[in-house]
T-cell receptor, first 113, second 114 residues
């Protein structure tokens, strides 16, 4: 059974700092991996999707990497802003799993002005 | 292009009652998945529908059931509500033949069971 872990559970940084969020998974047979953002009490916004054959994806100040062999993904946020404050969730689709997403518990990020 | 929509936004029920939650898929999508998110946790997969049939189910009892309609909208029904059913229910749509199978989420329905 696939398990996804996100560390740390919470992170507080000053504005302007670069930061890395971590995601680890137990089964390397994955189809793709998505990073989401969730604001309090709201739905999920897809940030980046990495296919299993890819190593990284970039969108603006965000960069996500994938290392299947070590069972890890990272989300790098450059020059953080207070508007980046949210919970960031890592989720993946395992191969042959009816395309269901398995989520980590998220990292709650606070960027201080 | 219309995104994923869900109704209602909030709902309060009492233990033992039944509830129906609704979801409209993003335009062009043919697959709908439902997730339950308890406070402070990541979403948990309930089930997925493709071509109006259940196409995978998570570890949820049969009192959680669903439907997908020809226009790809969907319903989640929960019978005999329990206190632990209180959660944010999220609907996600995707296009199954899309290479990346990226899933797009609606805003969710907050269910409170008293």
């Amino acid at each position: 059974k696939q398990e996804v872990t996100q560390i740390p559970a919470a992170l507080s940084v000053p504005e302007g700092e670069n930061l890395v969020l971590n995601c680890s998974f137990t089964d390397s047979a994955i189809y793709n991996l998505q990073w989401f953002r969730q604001d309090p009490g709201k739905g999920l916004t897809s940030l980046l999707l990495i296919q299993s054959s890819q190593r990284e994806q970039t969108s603006g100040r965000l960069n996500a990497s994938l290392d299947k062999s070590s069972g890890r993904s990272t989300l790098y946020i450059a020059a953080s802003q207070p508007g980046d404050s949210a919970t960031y969730l890592c989720a993946l689709i395992s191969s042959g799993s009816a395309r269901q997403l398995t989520f980590g518990s998220g990292t709650q990020l606070t960027v201080l002005p | 292009e219309t995104g994923v929509t869900q109704s209602p936004t909030h709902l309060i029920k009492t233990r033992g009652q039944q509830v129906t939650l609704r979801c409209s898929s993003q335009s062009g999508h043919n697959t709908v998945s439902w997730y339950q998110q308890a406070l402070g946790q990541g979403p948990q997969f309930i089930f997925q529908y493709y071509r109006e049939e259940e196409n995978g189910r998570g570890n949820f009892p049969p009192r959680f059931s669903g439907l997908q309609f020809p226009n790809y909208s969907s319903e989640l029904n929960v019978n005999a509500l329990e206190l632990d059913d209180s959660a944010l229910y999220l609907c996600a749509s995707s296009f199954v033949r899309q290479q990346y199978n990226e899933q797009f989420f609606g805003p969710g329905t907050r269910l409170t069971v008293l």
